[in-house]
């Protein structure tokens, strides 16, 4: 069995908040960009107000970075990988349990997220027709708030590399 929720994809507006729902349409979490932070923070919360994971940008990495924490404790690291040919990768640390790869066209919103070799989550804009719309879909008895928040965290940084870029160019 798997959990499938919708997400829209982080939009260039700053302190752009935005709710993920199941796959009924049923709000389930909110995610908060706190934009007036020195460093990138999101932090998702359920319905009630209850904060279930906070991603934050670690400043000074050598490359990006993010931590993703539960409770003020690191839970998770992603990080981007150094150099991948043909495909874009992200590497999560994960505190406790074994280390997961986002792998996949992660620009498109069209990659899996894996646990040595098995598919544990999926991440797709096929499934809708909104352009700033994508899906991510978790296997029964996974971390559904670390595996939103690796989707949250990718969308972030593969996107503000990306308005980066455009911002030199413009320059």
Same mark, same amino acid.
């Given at each position: 069995?798997?959990? !499938?929720?919708?997400?829209?994809?982080?939009?260039?507006?700053?302190?752009?908040?935005?709710?993920?729902?199941?796959?009924?349409?049923?709000?389930?979490? &909110?995610?908060?960009?706190?934009?007036?932070?020195?460093?990138?923070?999101?932090?998702?919360?359920?319905?009630? +107000? &209850?904060?279930?994971?906070?991603?934050?940008?670690?400043?000074?990495?050598?490359?990006?970075?993010?931590?993703?924490?539960?409770?003020?404790?690191?839970?998770?690291?992603?990080?981007?990988? @150094?150099?991948?040919?043909?495909?874009?990768?992200? &590497?999560?640390?994960?505190?406790?349990?074994?280390?997961?790869?986002?792998?996949? &066209?992660?620009?498109? #919103?069209?990659?899996?997220?894996?646990?040595? +070799?098995?598919?544990?989550? #999926?991440?797709?804009?096929? @499934?809708?027709?909104? !352009?700033?719309?994508?899906?991510?879909?978790?296997?029964? +008895?996974?971390?559904?708030?670390?595996?939103?928040?690796?989707?949250?965290?990718?969308?972030?940084?593969? #996107?503000?590399?990306?308005?980066?870029?455009?911002?030199?160019?413009?320059?």
């Amino acid at each position: 069995m798997t959990n !499938r929720y919708k997400l829209r994809q982080r939009l260039i507006s700053l302190g752009d908040d935005f709710t993920i729902e199941d796959e009924h349409g049923r709000a389930v979490y &909110n995610v908060d960009n706190k934009f007036l932070t020195i460093r990138d923070t999101f932090v998702i919360t359920d319905m009630d +107000g &209850n904060e279930v994971v906070t991603i934050r940008e670690r400043l000074l990495a050598l490359r990006d970075t993010v931590d993703i924490l539960r409770g003020g404790e690191t839970i998770a690291v992603l990080r981007k990988a @150094w150099f991948t040919p043909l495909r874009d990768k992200f &590497n999560i640390d994960v505190k406790d349990g074994e280390d997961l790869v986002a792998q996949g &066209n992660l620009f498109d #919103h069209e990659y899996d997220i894996r646990r040595g +070799g098995n598919v544990i989550a #999926h991440v797709s804009k096929r @499934w809708f027709t909104f !352009r700033d719309t994508y899906g991510v879909t978790i296997d029964s +008895g996974e971390d559904e708030a670390l595996i939103l928040a690796i989707a949250v965290a990718i969308d972030e940084m593969v #996107h503000d590399d990306v308005k980066d870029v455009k911002k030199d160019k413009d320059e």
